[in-house]
């Protein structure tokens, strides 16, 4: 017979008073949780787990242990003892401030730009091939794996990305590094970008570490190193100061979903190790899965726990939804029966007033929420059988892809039976809400495996715009135009492909663009956009890319204060003033990103051209509906006009250009000759007033001479 030992109840009394204690007994991992009245039972013989957090304060753990001597019971947390239960008084410092962390705007902070995960912007992206184009490909990283350039995040006017061991911070209308700092290691797969909050970044890393960042310098703040291990293939959140994201070590394993605060609490150190707020264990752990956290609760979707899809018995059905509190972890409510593993964040849209998931098991799930009896509990989760053209138990239309939902309805990408095969049942599916049902799927050449970017911006025609990728080489950008009420795919690119001897042809979601190239490559990224409707993105060929609006025009808003120049000179920029208007009518000041010749100027230079150079190439649409990738983009350019005088229209001894011939132009000729300073040929050509071929002190003399009026015309004038 097993007793359960006995208890003693420990109350703390923390300063500050809502500091967060996680306490679990060191041998199993059972975690200790508070009675009712807010003691702790603990037990002698045991030992505990213990820290004390919150966000903003420097954490304490250490090992405590329960003991008695002589009749009295003693708690030992650390070095401290403590022999009165009812009143164990911890204290945490407030953390220093670390002055160099600084709040910084952020268009696109996380994987899914927005505390919702839904990925909705406003922005006027390129809904045509002809109205959109490459602007630049940049190699960074290396390979698909460990080594990948991330998704990007947009942060303070710069795309943020890791690769391999190093963070960097992008220039999004170059593409060229500003910036890079030091990770502790590498990630698993880059799968997720970084995440952004309160001027810090944060990467997870293998062997499930998390590191942050100084989001303006990319230098490190703190790591933590969750004891259990996995990949980080879960996205980032952070909520009110603090952080919760999950690892995953195998389909059959325990992992960790853990919070931890954001708090840089020792700004002394770069290393310093986190100490987690809480952890959750789940058999199977958490890939993909991102939660949706609020002030009442977080929910969070697990993997099933089992090895593929499905058993001879069916598929599994061992995944869960759980609702935890997100101070403490505790779990509010679970809803079990998911069928198999949960790979996606968790949307909430608040127009339905519901949370919506997807699974590998070929479901779409909607979940709500309710208070009763003064708790929140999981009061509905209803699921919808996704489609893959075919019905196989073993190879089910698995969709790993976060929903993007607006108007009542959902888009989402699914697989085919074969992943990895083309047309082999891949598609965009849009699901009608109110209806639950599939409103309608089109076919793709890849799976679209990561989740939709829905622009809002072209509202006024009906239509709303989501864009995909096909983890497929080339890894094509596809757009999906819809409206409420349609049940098919309207905006179509035609694609064949021949397999067993016979060609089919489908209508499939737009081809907005396609990478060419050493830049096609299967793309698991999901897309992003700036203010200006640029779509920035990465795929396995090691590259961040930049799509946009095509340029209209290159405008010079303000000449350079130099207009006259003699020949000879270079062209200087100062004062000038350059901006691009692109197809969708936006305007963006581009003076720091032109580029012109640099060479001395010659008398043929009246027209000086200004070039925009970020501009590759895009689609073209074909009258039979397919399209051809590729199409070179001409170099967006303006021109100036300039003044530029020299040979005959350039006065003999003006050795300086300013049109004037004084004591200066003596004194640069005679510095010249005494080995003080150089003449370019062109000055060196006033130079020689004397006409014999070497410039000496006898063409400073000429020149001084004609200055102070001694001479009237210098021996190599013309005609004298």
Not at 36 to 54: A, I
Not at 402 to 417: C, E, F, K, L, Q
Request: glycine content about 10%; some cysteine.
């Amino acid at each position: 017979t097993v007793q359960k030992a006995a208890t003693t109840a420990v109350r703390f009394q923390l300063y500050p008073a809502d500091a967060q204690v996680y306490l679990y007994e060191t041998v199993s991992h059972n975690r200790v949780w508070p009675n009712d009245d807010g003691t702790f039972p603990l037990s002698e013989g045991f030992t505990y787990d213990c820290s004390f957090t919150k966000a903003g304060y420097i954490g304490q753990n250490g090992n405590m242990e329960l003991t008695t001597e002589n009749g009295q019971n003693r708690l030992t947390f650390g070095t401290d003892t403590y022999t009165n239960l009812s009143a164990v008084s911890v204290t945490l410092q407030k953390a220093a401030v670390n002055s160099s962390i600084v709040e910084l705007d952020a268009e696109w902070a996380n994987f899914r730009g927005a505390d919702s995960n839904n990925g909705i912007t406003d922005a006027k992206t390129p809904i045509s091939a002809a109205g959109g184009m490459l602007y630049w490909a940049s190699p960074l990283g290396k390979g698909w794996d460990n080594g990948a350039v991330s998704s990007p995040i947009l942060v303070d006017d710069c795309l943020v990305v890791y690769a391999g061991n190093h963070i960097y911070r992008v220039n999004k209308a170059t593409g060229a590094i500003e910036a890079s700092g030091d990770m502790a290691g590498t990630s698993s797969f880059a799968i997720n970008g970084p995440t952004y909050a309160n001027g810090i970044l944060l990467v997870g890393l293998s062997n499930g570490r998390i590191q942050a960042f100084n989001a303006k310098t990319l230098e490190s703040l703190w790591l933590y190193t969750d004891p259990m291990g996995g990949q980080p293939n879960c996205p980032i959140v952070v909520y009110d100061g603090y952080l919760y994201t999950g690892f995953w070590q195998g389909e059959t394993l325990d992992a960790n979903f853990v919070c931890l605060s954001v708090t840089d609490e020792d700004p002394s150190s770069r290393l310093e190790q986190k100490i987690p707020t809480w952890t959750h264990t789940q058999t199977g752990g958490f890939y993909w899965a991102g939660a949706y956290v609020c002030d009442d609760f977080l929910l969070i979707g697990t993997d099933d726990g089992q090895s593929g899809y499905a058993s001879e018995s069916g598929v599994h059905k061992t995944a869960e939804l759980l609702m935890l509190a997100r101070r403490t972890g505790r779990v509010m409510d679970r809803r079990e029966g998911i069928c198999a593993d949960q790979r996606s964040s968790i949307c909430y849209d608040a127009e339905t007033d519901a949370y919506y998931f997807t699974t590998k098991g070929g479901y779409f799930y909607r979940a709500r929420v309710a208070q009763e009896n003064g708790a929140w509990r999981i009061s509905e989760l209803r699921e919808l059988k996704l489609d893959n053209y075919a019905d196989q138990l073993t190879n089910p239309a698995m969709s790993t892809c976060t929903p993007v939902v607006y108007n009542h309805r959902a888009y989402i990408g699914i697989s085919g039976p074969g992943q990895f095969k083309a047309y082999s049942g891949h598609n965009l599916t849009v699901i009608d809400l109110d209806k639950w049902k599939i409103a309608y799927k089109v076919r793709t050449q890849g799976y679209p495996q990561t989740s939709g970017l829905l622009t809002t911006a072209y509202a006024d025609t009906g239509y709303v715009y989501v864009y995909f990728f096909d983890n497929f080489t080339p890894g094509k950008l596809r757009v999906l135009r819809d409206r409420p009420g349609q049940t098919s795919a309207e905006f179509v690119t035609k694609e064949s492909f021949a397999v067993g001897g016979k060609t089919e042809t489908y209508d499939t979601p737009y081809a907005l663009f396609t990478p060419t190239g050493d830049e096609a490559q299967y793309a698991i990224c999901s897309p992003i956009a700036d203010e200006y409707g640029t779509i920035y993105f990465k795929n396995d060929s090691a590259r961040l890319m930049a799509f946009g609006a095509s340029i209209r025009s290159v405008n010079v808003e303000k000449m350079p204060d130099k207009l006259s120049y003699a020949e000879g000179e270079p062209f200087d920029p100062a004062g000038m003033q350059v901006t691009v208007t692109y197809a969708n009518g936006k305007v963006r000041d581009v003076t720091r990103y032109v580029r012109f010749s640099t060479e001395p100027l010659t008398q043929e230079d009246t027209e000086f051209t200004i070039l925009f150079p970020y501009a590759k190439y895009r689609n073209a649409d074909n009258a039979d509906g397919t399209s051809e990738a590729g199409q070179p983009v001409e170099t967006p350019q303006t021109t100036i006009t300039l003044t530029v005088t020299g040979g005959a229209g350039r006065r003999l001894g003006d050795v300086n250009g300013d049109g004037v011939i004084d004591n200066l132009d003596a004194a640069m000729v005679y510095a010249a000759y005494n080995g003080k300073g150089t003449l370019s040929d062109e000055q060196a050509a006033c130079a020689d007033v004397n006409g014999d071929g070497v410039i000496d002190n006898l063409d400073a003399s000429m020149i001084y001479a004609y200055y102070s009026g001694r001479l009237e015309k210098f021996p190599a004038e013309k005609g004298n």
